[in-house]
T-cell receptor
Framework: DADVTQTPRNRITKTGKRIMLECSQT?????MYWYRQDPGLGLRLIYY???????NKGEISDGYSVSRQAQAKFSLSLESAIPNQTALYFC????????????????FGPGTRLTVL | EDQVTQSPEALRLQEGESSSLNCSYT??????LFWYRQDPGKGPEFLFT???AGEEKEKERLKATLTKKESFLHITAPKPEDSATYLC???????????FGRGTSLIVHP
């Protein structure tokens, strides 16, 4: 079974609709992240959470919100979808890093392809 | 501002033709550098983490190396199944939020 799962895998919606993308993980990691990927632009960080009570904006948080329901669950919402939010969305997790830790690599889910018409 | 630049953007090789991908970084206080492989429409798959200049990691036909300014991913005698986009990311400081490069798209022809 996959360690990081995302639902839905594909979604087509219309401008103005509210959309929620969900991420669950069984890796037991404290840190979770949401990225979007666009051709030619690479991965861009939307939001990240270091634990259930900690939520932080990334470089492109406008138009998005998140909820960390539990250590294992992190949801991304588009309150009112617009066409330029059409992209591939990835959830990722990592262990809690410390200055002496060598376990800081991120593990990614399979992605959600979102199309906003 | 932290920056990671990968080159070339795209690379076409014949099967068995060895080559290297470059990842140059401008990061204050590098804590580590990641390499990932990404197949079309799928999530990035972790390959290596390098923590200090001079460090090397190997996996099958891939070897990653790190200097104070850049990292290389060497591909020895590639096969068509090595075709993918390879991403690198550098992280620094206490937050451990990595900065990703835009990737190198590798195609290996049989």
């Amino acid at each position: 079974d996959a360690d990081v799962t995302q639902t839905p895998r594909n979604r087509i919606t219309k401008t103005g609709k509210r959309i929620m993308l969900e991420c669950s993980q069984t890796k037991g990691h404290d840190r979770m992240y949401w990225y979007r990927q666009d051709p030619g632009l690479g991965l861009r960080l939307i939001y990240y959470s270091f634990d259930v009570k900690d939520i932080n904006k990334g470089e492109i948080s406008d138009g998005y919100s998140v909820s960390r329901q539990a250590q294992a669950k992190f949801s991304l919402s588009l309150e009112s979808a617009i066409p330029n939010q059409t992209a591939l969305y990835f959830c990722a997790t990592s262990e809690l890093g410390t200055s002496g830790s060598r376990r800081n690599e991120q593990f990614f889910g399979p992605g959600t392809r979102l199309t906003v018409l | 501002e932290d920056q990671v630049t990968q080159s070339p953007e795209a690379l076409r090789l014949q099967e068995g033709e060895s080559s290297s991908l470059n990842c140059s970084y401008t990061v204050s206080g590098l804590r580590g550098l990641f390499w990932y492989r990404q197949d079309p429409g799928k999530g990035p798959e972790f390959l290596f983490t390098l923590y200090s200049a001079g460090e090397e990691k190997e996996k099958e036909r891939l070897k990653a190396t790190l200097t104070k300014k850049e990292s290389f991913l060497h591909i020895t005698a590639p096969k068509p199944e090595d075709s993918a986009t390879y991403l690198c990311a550098a992280f620094a400081g206490g937050s451990y939020i990595p900065t990703f490069g835009r990737g190198t798209s590798l195609i290996v022809h049989p």
